[in-house]
């Protein structure tokens, strides 16, 4: 059974913030503090560039663990020409710490030139899996999600294929990206579904149900995009709310996640160290009722 153990930033430490969110564990065995950190925006600042400094992804990484981060998520795809994201967390995080978890997703794919391939069958899950395993330097993943695509049907064979690496020992714990509730109960007629990676932000909550869903049945919910994809939108009650902690509209969105359900697992993505700084001292950010009603009130007003 998963457990969320909400620790007060008081009775953390100043040099490992990200513990101040509480913990969360997926799928039985794997303890990871609430914040984490997104390598998406490594590479590049979108899918086409421009290119960020690898050796500054290198030093983020570092910063992010020494912060207390010890959830990564990341995947294959996210790379800009020869930088991507699995060789630089290798390259900064390689041996790895005993608690890091390293999460990735499979299912889309990109050619060389950056294009977009069509989803993933089983043989190119199974590819897919070994070139994580590859570039990530292990001989399991922690947790690997099936990413379904707007054109995706039903998983079927896709997710059963995960679930045998996972019987092979080359997958610890399975999850589903951007699934329906429809996709996500048929995955879990197949395997233990340990986490859903989903779209959800103060202004994007079609996914309210399966937030609900994961908190009651102890599923990770791991919101991708959670400013809306383009940095903190321009809000008056996120500036209201941010002004009265001394906080920045960003950090409160992030409280925010933490504070709508015990199971949601932040994973702001940055290529800054003083971004990823701010992120992630945004997991002592505590929301009072006044505030939580404000930002709630954003589903129906939009300001």
């Known amino acids: 059974m998963a457990t969320t153990e909400n620790t007060s930033s008081t009775h953390c430490s100043d040099t490992a913030p990200a513990t101040a969110a509480g ?23 979108g899918w086409d560039g421009p290119a ?17 981060v010890n959830h990564i998520d990341t ?25 890091l978890v390293i999460a990735t997703k499979v299912g889309p794919g990109r050619f060389p030139d950056g294009s977009w391939m069509d ?4 043989t190119e899950l199974r590819a897919a899996v070994h070139r994580n395993l590859r570039e990530l330097g292990r001989d399991h993943l922690d947790l690997v999600y099936l990413r379904f695509l707007r054109t995706d049907g039903p998983g079927e064979d ?15 714990h399975l999850g589903v990206s951007n699934a329906t509730p429809g996709q996500l109960a048929e995955a879990q007629e197949i395997a233990p579904v340990a986490a859903v990676q989903n779209r959800f932000s103060p202004l994007t909550r ?8 994961c908190a009651a049945r102890d599923i990770a919910y791991v919101p991708y995009f959670p400013f ?3 940095g903190a939108p321009d809000l008056s009650a996120l500036r209201r709310v941010a002004d009265r902690h001394g906080a920045t509209p960003a950090q409160v969105t992030l409280a925010w996640l933490l504070a709508v359900s015990p199971s949601m697992l932040a994973i702001p993505g940055t290529s800054s160290p003083d971004h990823l700084t701010e992120n992630v001292a945004a ?8 505030d939580l009603a404000e930002l709630d009130a954003l589903r129906d007003t939009g300001v």
Not at 53 to 64: F, Q, S, T, W, Y
Not at 283 to 290: F, G
């Open 52 to 68: 960020h400094d690898p050796e500054r992804g290198i030093a983020v990484l570092r910063r992010a663990v020494e912060l207390g």
């Open 228 to 230: 809306g994809g383009a």
């Open 75 to 99: 995947a294959a795809f996210y790379f800009y020409e020869d930088i991507a994201a699995n060789d630089l967390i290798r390259k900064a995080l390689h041996p790895y710490p005993d608690d």
């Open 119 to 122: 989803p993933a069958d089983p």
């Open 23 to 45: 913990s969360h564990l997926i799928g039985g065995d794997r303890l990871v503090h609430r914040m984490g950190f997104g390598a998406m925006r490594l590479p590049s600042a």
């Open 206 to 213: 079609d996914h309210a149900e399966l937030v609900d869903l």
């Open 283 to 290: 997991a002592a950010l505590r929301l009072d009722a006044e």
């Open 158 to 172: 896709r997710f059963a294929t995960l679930a045998a690496l996972r019987d092979e020992g080359l997958i610890r």
